[in-house]
């Protein structure tokens, strides 16, 4: 998985088709408003091909550069037309998928996009199966159907609901088929799409955009273009830039005590703090299997113990917000299981109670895993934070060891950590994706934990309910089962952030829990 990596709703068939073929405004014009941005990150952008690349530098670039069938508008967690004119499930099985492109639709070298490029597109992504790439999101497609030139069917091979969100996603980048090889990546440092801007040049310290003037679709460029500036982890160097005025934005890097900083001290003409809502959340894992934390006293115990507004006040600064199910706010079906059961206050009377019942006598010795590669440099913090936490119940002698990102993933895969600390960022914001990879055999987690009715009757049947909606049910049984058992502890939930020049609006549009950056929405005064 993706941005899935490891560190943060479609409708009913017989509404979906009404919306989808009604819904729109004016297609986007052929030349940007305005000026020239200029943007800094810290993330890599891993590939330029959408066969490969599959993190949030990667799926940023593909966003903007090329266009999918869906998209995500701005603000909501719903897929719209975008390359397609409409999309709708035929049939109550959520197993055939048909869009009809938009007509007239064109690459940014000026050759046609037909039903031809789409299919070429998915089944080149799923050929290659990169290691690095999105194939696994679309496992579920068994075949594609062209019957004209505008009209793409998918047959799926089970019941997925949440087809409609995989393919508005960075998955679902449409390719020239006159451009791209079929069988392996390109290497290039080019991209040819039919999205919002085109790629001119792509460097390891900088990629330069263009609006594309062969876009067809419902986005309007409010500048004439971006420049993307790379700063790979450094973030005195990105903050020091943005300061000087070299770039007119940041997007992801800057450390919690810089944003906590520029924000107490934002006012006119001073650099500002856009705040927006996340979907990366981090978690504690509990391997079930542990001597340790097998036990569900035990973990319930720990359930009892941390405090998350702490957590996030005192490490995070306040850019993160507690967390309490594994589904966030702002997804559909989110509810507040843990919450619930647990308080949102440590409860060291109820975590000696429960340990008490269970004849667990004397301080429960454990250690805390994380690694601070993947996960950022207050990974370490966090973890000590918890553990004092433990410790100060007097119910716990817990301590914390960090350990080189590679070696942490296999000791995971080996079962070697009782409790370790992993962040997710979703693919499509969907209770989908912050489930269903996370139990039965072979889940993510790799922390032995196996529902029977979470996987073999909950999923199916919220695979099957294009109408997302539909699903709530099983969805909020699913949490409680969850927050019940105790296979994990939800910590927080990230805000979304961007600091920029006074001079610099529209970067609210690019803030939600789509995870869509949106660098047409985007103007300089």
């Not at 505008?150 to 020239?176: E, Y």
């Not at 109820?350 to 006598?361: C, D, E, S, Y």
């Not at 994380?370 to 007097?394: C, F, H, M, W």
Request: glycine share 10%; charged share 25%.
């Amino acid at each position: 998985m993706r941005r899935n990596q490891w560190l943060v709703a479609p409708l009913g068939a017989a509404t979906a088709a009404a919306l989808l073929s009604g819904c729109g405004s004016q297609d986007g014009t052929s030349a940007g408003d305005g000026k020239g941005v200029v943007m800094g990150i810290s993330d890599k952008v891993k590939s330029v091909d959408p066969a490969s690349g599959y993190d949030p530098g990667s799926w940023l670039l593909f966003n903007n550069v090329f266009q999918s069938l869906l998209s995500f508008p701005k603000g909501g967690t719903t897929p719209e037309p975008d390359a397609a004119q409409s999309c709708a499930f035929e049939g109550s099985d959520s197993k055939v998928y048909k869009c009809v492109l938009r007509p007239d639709l064109k690459f940014s070298n000026g050759n046609a996009l037909t039903s031809k490029d789409v299919k070429f597109s998915f089944e080149r992504t799923l050929k290659i199966k990169d290691d690095a790439g999105p194939a696994g999101l679309l496992s579920s497609i068994g075949s594609i159907d062209t019957p004209d030139d505008k009209t793409v069917v998918f047959r799926l091979k089970t019941s997925d609901a949440t087809f409609p969100s995989k393919i508005a996603s960075g998955a679902g980048a449409i390719v020239d088929s006159r451009e791209y090889p079929a069988d392996k990546l390109r290497t290039d440092n080019k991209a040819v799409g039919s999205g919002v801007y085109k790629l001119d040049s792509f460097s390891s310290k900088a990629a330069n955009f263009s609006v594309n003037e062969s876009y067809k679709g419902k986005a309007k460029a409010k500048n004439t273009g971006v420049t993307l500036k790379f700063f790979e982890g450094d973030q005195a160097g990105l903050k020091s830039t943005l300061e000087s005025g070299d770039v007119d934005f940041a997007f992801r890097g800057l450390a919690a005590k810089d944003i906590a900083g520029i924000a107490s001290k934002s006012g006119p003409g001073k650099v500002e703090v856009v705040q927006g809502t996340g979907a990366e959340v981090t978690h504690l894992i509990f391997n079930v299997n542990d001597p340790v934390l097998g036990k569900l006293p035990i973990r319930k115990a720990i359930a009892y113990l941390v405090d998350r507004d702490a957590l996030v006040k005192d490490v995070y600064e306040g850019t993160a917000t507690p967390l309490y199910s594994i589904i966030p706010a702002g997804i559909g079906s989110h509810n507040t299981a843990f919450f619930d059961r647990y308080g949102g206050s440590p409860q060291p009377e109820k975590a000696k109670a429960v340990l008490k019942a269970a004849n667990v006598t004397g301080k429960v010795k454990l250690t805390l895993y994380g690694t601070p590669a993947r996960y950022g440099p207050s990974t370490e913090a966090q973890l000590q934070v918890i553990a004092k936490q433990l410790n100060d119940s007097q119910l716990f002698e817990a301590d914390v060891k960090m350990v080189d990102f590679e070696q942490y993933e296999k000791d995971i895969e080996a079962g070697k950590y009782g409790a370790y600390t992993i962040g997710w960022v979703p693919d499509y914001p969907d209770a989908d994706n912050f489930t269903q990879p996370f139990f039965g055999p072979g889940n993510v987690l790799h922390n032995n934990y196996d529902n029977k009715e979470i996987t073999g009757t909950i999923i199916p049947a919220t695979s099957t309910k294009s109408d997302r909606t539909a699903a709530n049910a099983e969805y909020t049984r699913l949490q409680d089962i969850v927050a019940d058992e105790v296979p994990l502890l939800p910590l927080w939930q990230s805000k979304q952030y961007a600091v920029a020049r006074p001079n610099i609006q529209g970067l609210q549009w690019s803030l939600d829990p789509s995870t869509v950056f949106r660098f047409w929405e985007i103007s300089k005064g």
